[in-house]
């Protein structure tokens, strides 16, 4: 078995298909195919269903993937530890996050961050539940977590501050300042689709104050939920710093206020140049 294998596998997956896979590898489809049959001749047991207009992994594809992507993302950090012990200019560090916090609290500590160390890139991976962050990160994906208070971790953990969440509405709502959600448990909400993590929260918000929200409608797009409450679909929870700055909808601040704790956390201590990211995230104000 070979890395080269491992990697090819894993996008085909990731990918969903042998022709997306080895556009995006820049490889022959013929070539690819042969390299994974040959990985599963070594394995024993074929890996991937090959359907007709999809493939899917077997039980014993299930069963290797994980150990697949930990070995991928050993190779990368022992590639990029290996370049800074030898004193190279280059170098790179593995972010793992949420997309709420891409979207608004992290862009401008990575602007920071790239004016800091001009030599050393960023790769994001983005989630969109913190437990599939969670997940990704005991599969050793990233040299550091950005997210919601894992639990349970064993491993190293740094508070970063809160998140808060605000109520967006339209601009012709009767409201203002701040508000009780309760107020809106008759209203139809724009909603996060389920496997958006911000899903859990918003329900979980409005039940501590009695009610279950009901949803008129529902997006895949964190993005998109504020700007279809200021277009009048319904209320909507998000937080506070996915707000572009310029928005036409009303802004109200719930009370009492809901808020998610936010970390950065990895295996064990983490390396100087992982120290050094973690210590810009410590003065980014989260929760300014």
């Keep these: 078995m070979t890395l080269r294998q491992f990697e090819y596998l894993v996008t085909v997956v990731d990918e969903g298909s042998f022709t997306r896979a080895a556009e995006l590898l820049h490889v022959t489809q013929p070539a690819l195919s042969h390299q994974v049959r040959a990985l599963e001749r070594t394995v024993g047991t074929p890996l991937l269903d090959r359907l007709p207009r999809a493939v899917r992994l077997t039980p014993a594809g299930r069963a290797w993937l994980p150990f697949a992507r930990a070995a991928l993302a050993d190779a ?82 740094r508070s970063l501050g809160v998140e808060e969440f605000v109520v967006v509405v339209p601009p012709d709502s009767p409201h203002e300042g701040s508000v009780d959600l309760r107020v809106f448990a008759d209203h139809g909400w724009v909603h996060y689709a389920p496997g958006n993590g911000l899903a859990d929260v918003v329900d979980a918000a409005c039940q501590e104050r009695g009610f279950q929200p009901w949803a008129a409608v529902r997006t895949e797009q964190t993005a998109t939920v504020p700007v279809l409450a200021a277009a009048g679909l319904g209320p909507a929870l998000v937080p506070r710093n996915v707000l572009p700055e310029t928005f036409d909808g009303v802004v109200l601040r719930p009370d009492p206020p809901v808020r998610r704790g936010l970390v950065a956390y990895c295996h064990k201590d983490p390396d100087p140049l992982t120290s050094a990211f973690i210590g810009l995230l410590t003065q980014a104000g989260w929760d300014a």
């Excluded at 530890?81 to 949420?98: D, I, N, P, Q, W």
């Design 76 to 157: 990368e950090r022992a590639l990029t530890a290996a370049r800074r012990a030898g004193g190279l200019e280059c170098g790179e560090l593995h972010v793992a996050t949420v997309y709420s916090l891409t979207l608004g609290a992290l862009p401008p500590v990575l602007r920071k961050w790239r004016t800091l160390h001009p030599d050393v890139r960023i790769r994001l991976f983005e989630h969109r539940h913190a437990d599939e962050l969670r997940e990704a990160m005991a599969e050793g994906q990233a040299d550091v977590a950005i997210g919601p208070d894992p639990a349970g971790w064993a491993g190293f953990t």
